[in-house]
């Protein structure tokens, strides 16, 4: 078997569209000490992610060009390092610079949106007037183990003990309960609402402990809502047929590492059923920075997508369960914590879990870390010439007003294809290079449910729903940790994931697929997506113990219109994330990868960069 890992691919309680940047109405956060205490983003449900508001001024600058935002206020504010971004990677160049030169060096991290932890971001539900947690973006820490010293120190440091999550994630939730990974075919797309025991593809089998298909190749096919073409050529699919492909053996690992997966299965194996090819398109998702349509045979094969047999994901040495109930929100508040103490009580991560964060500790005039969130950041230059400089002026704009501060130097641990509009005077070949880099798009919905009796009863640890705008959904990672408690019997409250990884027209170039999703994504309201999850849960779920008004109390669509990090071509990333003087690169599109320890190790070297 053929060994990949997840690395490798690589808004109120129903607040509708239009909501305000600022939805606790706290004032600009440029001059603070003046959060309202009140101010809770996790809590927040509706459109979140990169919620309505946070890219305006980016968008502005990057799109419109803008570079006249008025008058500008001097804050008269002088900091050591100026981080831009709060993401993991942002937090940790924080975290690393005082380490290196001191804690009692000012840092300042500036990030537009209005929580901390970049795509890490926590989702809270009450239901039931119980907290029910959540991720909406970066979920689980991979392969951990083998982040080396860097990362070992520093998951030591914030009191993140992985041995913990061995006891922590209930690997046999799913068998104790028949939860197995099935398929949901839809009517509109299929002519009827089915679901069938079986996944058709690899991708549920990264979440540990859910078992795969419940009845054979053969019986699955006899229940797919297919003509009978159609199942013919299923099976036939699932059947495999590398070996009808007439290519010398010696040659065939060329051959299939450069041919089309859907050239193999039109020309190959004769397959023109619209169903098996839509079942083929979402049989990836998020496993390559593309979908099936644009994969060669191999990508394909090695991310288990329709017809190849299941891949192992981890092994007993990498179980994937390093995974807080909030995801790696986990992480960045672990990060926060150590850095401004006040936020809250609590010894290690595990200890964070259930803490309410105070928000109005992270700006505080007095602290040695300030974190100032609602704040885009438009221009970094400078004083002067960059060679003999010995200050950086940073601008952002908070509310519609523009701010100036000031550092010795500054760390961009924001999107590096954002980086040229912002350091408007980068070496011609740095910022060229920088333009090229990319991200595809994701979206992660949560969903707060009263209770999950209609999962229970048709089986679902995750529905494979091939056609639908979330392609997948499945119950949470059944993790209990720091006083949190997954939920436990079908009765109890629970959130569960839809997971979307939405694409382009098929066969168009992978930019333009990710443009064209994203302007998609951004189109919606939450109204559009509350339809599309009413309808999608309604159908899929046994009418008689679901109905979506009474059971589903809270929705949050997380929306990454710049999701994981895809690199541009050749060396394009290397030479983007050059020092420039006083600025340096971090974030995880620097590597690129989309991966949380990944982001740690940019931050590292931006950091030391610096000098
Ligand atoms: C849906 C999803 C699921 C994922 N799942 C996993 C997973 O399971 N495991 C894993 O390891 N990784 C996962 N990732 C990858 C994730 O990108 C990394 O784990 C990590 O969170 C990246 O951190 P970062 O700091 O590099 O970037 P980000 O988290 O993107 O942080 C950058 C921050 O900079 C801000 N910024 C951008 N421009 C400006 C500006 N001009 N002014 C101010 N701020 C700005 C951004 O808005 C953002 O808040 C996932 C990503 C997504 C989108």
Known sequence: ?????????????????????????????????????????????????????????????????????????????????????????????????????????????????????????????????????????????????????????????????????????????????????????????????????????????????????????????????????????????????????????????????????????????????????????????????TGTDLMTIASAKSCGALGFAPVAVYDENNPYIHHFPDGNAGLARALVKKMIPHIGKGNNAEELVLLKFKYNELDKSSNIVRIRLNSTVVNVQHGGDPKNSSEVFVNYISENKSYQVKSKGVVMACYNMMIPHIVTDLPLEQAAALRLQTKSPLQYTTVGLKNWRAIKEIGMGLAMSPGKMHQAVLMDFPVSIGGYEYTKTPDDPCVIQMISCPYGTIGAPRAEQFREARYKMLGLQFKDYEKEIRGHLSSMLPKGSFNFDRDVESITVNRWAHGYAVGGPGNSTKIGRQPFERITIANSDSAPSADALVAIKMAYRAVNELG
């Open 1 to 289: 078997m053929n060994k990949i890992t997840r690395r490798n691919f690589i808004n109120g309680t129903l607040m509708a569209a239009g909501a305000s940047m600022f939805p606790f109405g706290c004032t600009s956060n440029a001059v603070l000490d003046s959060l309202n205490p009140l101010y809770y983003p996790p809590a927040l449900t509706g459109l979140r992610g990169s919620h309505p508001g946070s890219n305006t001024h980016a968008h502005s600058r990057t799109w419109d060009k803008k570079s006249n935002w008025g008058p500008i206020t001097d804050l008269k504010e002088e900091y050591n390092l100026i981080v831009v971004g709060g993401g993991i990677s942002g937090l940790s160049a924080a975290y690393f610079y005082l380490q290196k030169h001191g804690n009692d060096k000012k840092v300042l991290i500036l990030d537009n949106h209005d929580d901390f932890g970049g795509h890490a971001k926590r989702n809270e539900h009450t239901i039931n007037g119980k907290t029910r947690l959540s991720y909406g973006g970066s979920q689980t820490l991979v392969d951990p183990h083998t982040g080396g010293a860097l990362i070992n120190n520093l998951l030591t440091e914030l009191g993140i003990d992985l041995e913990r999550f061995k006891t922590a994630y209930d690997r046999d939730f799913f068998k104790k309960n028949s939860l197995s990974a099935v398929t949901y075919f839809n009517k509109e797309t299929f002519g009827e609402d089915k679901v069938v025991n079986h996944p058709f593809c690899n991708y549920p089998n990264y979440v540990e402990g859910l078992p795969g298909a419940k009845i054979s190749n053969k019986e699955a096919v006899q229940q797919a809502p297919l003509s009978e073409k159609g199942k013919k050529q299923l099976l036939q699919v699932l059947n495999g047929g590398l070996h009808k492909l007439k290519v010398p053996k010696a040659e065939l690992q060329e051959y299939i590492s450069t041919h089309s997966y859907f050239d193999y299965l039109k020309n190959t194996l004769g397959v023109d059923d619209p169903g098996v090819m839509k079942m083929a398109r979402n049989s990836g998702l998020d496993w390559a920075s």
